[in-house]
């Protein structure tokens, strides 16, 4: 099957290999650009000694061979991997940056410009779009959703939700009208608008001062340090306690640009600062701990006021006008000063992002539009009018000289074109991806060396679905791809196995030890003959000429399509292989999970294990015991009713895992939890009767429903061990046996739940479901299947791919 990893008849190497995969810990990091707050970086390797990249030699010319066919026309499943050896392990480059490797989460709220790194890059999560029902073709093609009441009837919505969809820009219902026209306008230089409104960006908020007792301490006293100076030192004693301030490179970078900026302010009372060991930033980070618990710590309103107000200032900022259609503005917010996390283990971590101010910033509207003025002091470094870009706003940053863009959401409409367009493409090289592989299997044998090398790197493109890999700067991560590969990276294993171990993108591990064509076994050993471990693999190979290759059999196609491709068109035939027919929801996500994993592996979308993994699973054992305590329960009800539901199987069944000391603990539980909810309810009312100018509830009325909750849990004590049970509510014996039967059901579809948490606690899912599988192959799995959409993309996924939401049921890849 081309592009799959073998199916779902060798789960069992997928098992073993995430077995063997949990025994290690691998470390990944968020893009600094993300909203999120960063996970822990530092990888279990061995650690990465800064040096010279090797120089890569020149790719020679050469010339084509006969072809032959090969045999192996599937990508490989990763095998077990054998103990990592200790070996100086290097990193991959890609140069699909700003796309590959996201880490899946579900819809998350907007962190505040103040306290989180605005996104750079157009992310899943930016901003909010109503998203236009598809047209249900059957009562299979809605995605699972039902229409409400009012809409059956014919009601009208709310003018808010009828106005937002009237503005929404069905650009793919003109574009399957007009196909050629819509790829015509996405060419490089083509105009992509003709009128641009927007109200620039919006850059955070000054520098407060500490209160005067919060202070820097060096050795042992305060320092009276300057705004600009203490800005800088709260930056790193805010994160006083991660694993990021723990790290040497961190401290050593974020102290040579702190004694950059104490030239520049130095301390009000004259102290000299010149050893980071003497520093000690633990009053300051005391301080942000308290700020943090008094946020945490108001009342609803409270937060509902101040989200107003934050949703005031950012109102105009959300959304621009482009061709005269409101579209969602992505990443409006200028990213706050900090200090620089970085990808994996990367050499400038820890050094300082300098505040941005409007000097800084070029802005691109359109040309008769109003300039917008900057909402702190300062003016625009320079205003362009240039239709044939996307971007709104751009500036450099000052770490890596790298320029950040503001664009429109991933829900726009540009962005969606430009996405459907990237799928339309992997479809493409169906056509053509058995002559590919027919090429590239018969030069594996070709006499010239660099043809050689080249299909022997395009079989670990294909096969292991390996990123095409770009040289770094001597100050960047060195991470390497299959054309920057090292002999280092591949050792050959006899017969016919090659072991791969270096640093991928974003410095995350790639372990595999594989089987593969006995001719490019061969072929590697002939590859690395008289070089040294630095050496180059591929030696004649670039990543710019392999793809200038590649576009000979295909316009526009690049590694990186092979790994599109690859992805979705084994998730396809894994979806279509094995999603049981006739099963439960639950059974056919737990299906769409796996299928989901398979892709995960293939493309060694990895993640760590989060670091509440382990209470998280404890938590849900807590849980299915509290569902068996119920059904326990349902049971010890009916046998109060009547004593013959004893000798039925059904029902006789003892909850083997609910020993008596649990019961006990899980009762207790249940009472002060019961007790916790009463008490914020009673809270929670007297606030909202206050708000209405109400009188408020006494205190014995509080009083009066934890003593309900007493007795209750007083009947529970009793009960226990008598085989019998008394309802809240009473129930007949019919309603107690259709609960039991529902609860079945319910434990069952848990267990699932955590079977499939437990089996992706190291893969990251939604790496793939953001850049590489098509969302139509889980609109339509969706659609025929009778499973709602909202179960497997999140919130931000379905507006983000709003042109795959209607798929009909029987669309293929």
Not at 243 to 251: G, I, L, M, T
Not at 334 to 342: A, D, H, I, Q, T
Not at 765 to 782: E, F, M, V
Request: aromatic share 8%.
């Amino acid at each position: 099957m081309p592009g799959a990893a073998n199916g779902f008849a060798e789960t069992k190497k997928a098992a073993n290999l995430r077995a063997a995969a949990s025994k290690k810990s691998y470390k990944e990091e968020e893009s600094s650009e993300d909203d999120v707050p960063l996970s822990q970086a530092t990888p279990t390797t061995t650690p990465v000694k800064p040096r010279k990249k090797p120089v890569r030699k020149k790719a020679r010319q050469a010339s084509e061979t006969p072809e032959q066919e090969s045999e192996d026309e599937k990508p490989l499943i990763k095998e077990k991997p054998k103990p990592a050896r200790k070996k100086r392990a290097k990193q991959e480059s890609d140069e699909d940056e700003d796309e590959d490797d996201v880490p899946v989460k579900n819809a998350r709220k907007k962190p505040k410009a103040s306290t989180r790194k605005a996104k750079m890059e157009t992310s899943e999560n930016d901003g909010e779009i109503s998203t236009p029902k598809p047209k249900a073709k059957s009562s299979k093609a809605t995605n699972g959703t039902k229409k409400s009441k009012a809409e059956a009837n014919g009601s009208p919505k709310k003018a808010s939700k009828e106005e937002e969809e009237e503005d929404t820009y069905k650009w793919w219902e003109q574009q399957q009208q007009d196909e050629q026209d819509a790829a015509d306008a996405l060419g490089d230089g083509s105009v992509k608008w003709k009128t641009l409104q927007h109200n620039g960006v919006l850059f955070p908020p000054p520098y407060q001062p500490l209160p005067d007792h919060v202070k820097l301490h060096y050795n042992g006293k305060p320092v009276s340090l300057p705004p600009a100076a203490e800005e800088v030192a709260g930056f790193f004693a805010a994160m006083l306690a991660t694993d990021h301030a723990r790290d040497s490179v961190f401290q050593e970078n974020f102290f040579k640009d702190f004694l950059r900026v104490l030239k520049d302010a130095p301390p009000k009372d004259g102290t000299v600062i010149e050893t980071f060991e003497s520093c000690d930033f633990r009053k300051m980070y005391d301080h942000f701990e308290s700020e943090k618990a008094k946020k945490q710590g108001m009342t609803s309103a409270q937060k509902k006021e101040l989200k107003e107000a934050q949703n005031q200032v950012e109102e105009k900022y959300k959304t621009c006008l482009l061709d005269g259609r409101k579209e969602k503005v992505g990443n409006f917010r200028v990213e706050p000063p900090g200090l620089f996390r970085g990808r994996g283990d990367h050499p400038k971590k820890g050094a300082l992002k300098n505040r941005l101010r409007p000097e800084d910033i070029v802005i691109n509207i359109g040309e008769n539009e109003e300039i917008p003025v900057p909402n702190v002091p300062g003016t625009w470094k320079k205003v362009v009018h240039d239709n044939t870009v996307t971007w709104l706003a751009n500036w450099k940053e000052n770490i890596n000289g790298n320029f950040k863009y503001v664009f429109l959401a991933a829900s726009s409409s540009l962005k969606g074109q430009s996405d459907m367009n990237k799928f339309e493409k992997a479809r493409e090289l169906k056509k053509h991806v058995d002559r590919i592989r027919k090429d590239y299997s018969q030069d594996l044998r070709a006499k010239v060396m660099a043809d050689r090398q080249r299909a022997t790197a395009m079989y670990f493109i294909d096969k292991l679905a390996l990123r095409a890999g770009n040289e770094k700067g001597e100050d960047e991560a060195d991470t390497v791809g299959c054309c920057s590969l090292r002999c280092e990276h591949v050792t050959a294993d006899p017969p016919d196995k090659l072991i791969f171990d270096f640093l991928g993108k974003d410095s995350i591990r790639y372990y595999n030890n594989v089987p593969v064509d006995p001719q490019v076994f061969k072929n590697v050993r002939i590859f690395k003959e008289g070089k040294d471990h630095d050496d180059s693999l591929f030696d004649r190979v670039t990543t710019g000429a392999l793809n200038k290759h590649l576009a000979s059999y295909m316009p526009g196609l690049t590694a990186k399509v092979f790994r599109t491709y690859n992805a979705s068109i084994t998730l396809q035939q894994q979806l279509d292989d094995h999603t049981p027919a006739d099963g439960t929801v639950m059974e056919k996500l737990a299906a769409y999970n796996k299928a989901n994993r398979m892709v995960a592996i293939l493309c060694n979308h990895q993640r760590s294990v989060a670091k509440g993994h382990g209470d998280s699973m404890q938590k849900m054992a807590d849980k299915l015991k509290g569902l068996k305590y119920d059904r326990m329960k349902l049971r010890h009800a009916l046998f109060a009713l009547d004593a013959k539901y004893r000798k039925k199987k059904a029902f006789s069944e003892l909850e083997s895992d609910l020993d008596e000391e649990w019961i006990e603990s899980w009762e207790d539980r249940l009472r002060d939890k019961d007790i916790e909810k009463a008490e914020k309810k009673f809270i929670k009312d007297n606030e909202k009767l206050t708000a209405e100018g109400k009188e408020t509830l006494e205190e014995s009325v509080l009083k009066d429903r934890i003593k309900d909750i007493r007795q209750e849990h007083a009947r529970l004590v009793k009960e226990r061990g008598t085989d019998k049970a008394e309802l809240k509510r009473s129930k007949p014996a019919e309603k107690i046996e259709e609960a039991i039967e529902s609860l079945d059901q319910k434990i069952k579809n848990f267990k699932l739940q955590m079977e499939d948490k437990e089996e992706g606690k190291e893969v990251s899912l939604g790496t793939s479901k953001i850049n590489y599988l098509d969302p139509r192959i889980t609109s339509a799995w969706c659609a025929k299947h009778d499973v709602p959409i909202t179960k497997i993309f999140s919130k931000a996924l379905v507006q983000k791919f709003p042109w795959a939401m209607s798929s009909d049921p029987d669309w293929k890849f």
